[in-house]
């Protein structure tokens, strides 16, 4: 079993800069893929981005890519979401994932994790 913990939400203006974390627990992270998911209001849950636990290749939505940014924070054994340029349509509830040995060839897909935090707000006024 996986735990995850998201945390870095909250409220900011258009063109502003935020990191999210995602924190995972429990279980091995052996083959472990952590992936960032969002769902805007009234919106299915979208794909933003995923990296291996350990290493290899990132993988991001092509319509945030160069914006948002995935990386590994190995001193706090966290998954981070550098977003820049914020704007008020990237509002929502955005949502940490993981599974063990997943295929990376379905990494877009939410139905390929397993585990999945409560999520973490975040909302960009104009």
């Known amino acids: 079993q996986v735990q995850l913990v998201e945390s870095g939400g909250g409220l900011v203006q258009a063109g502003d800069s935020l990191t999210l974390s995602c924190a995972p627990s429990g279980g091995t992270f052996s083959g472990l893929i952590v992936a960032w998911f969002r769902q805007a209001p009234g919106k299915e849950r979208e794909f933003l981005s995923a990296v291996p636990w350990s290493s290899g290749g990132k993988y991001y939505s092509g319509s945030i890519k160069g914006r948002f940014t995935i990386s590994r924070d190995n001193a706090k054994k966290a998954v981070l979401l550098q977003m820049s340029s914020l704007k008020p349509e990237d509002t929502g509830v955005y949502y940490c994932?993981?599974?063990?040995?997943?295929?990376?060839?379905?990494?877009?897909?939410?139905?390929?994790?397993?585990?999945w935090g409560q999520g973490t707000q975040v909302t960009v006024s104009s």
């Open positions: 994932a993981a599974d063990r040995n997943a295929n990376t060839n379905y990494a877009k897909l939410a139905s390929t994790y397993a585990y």
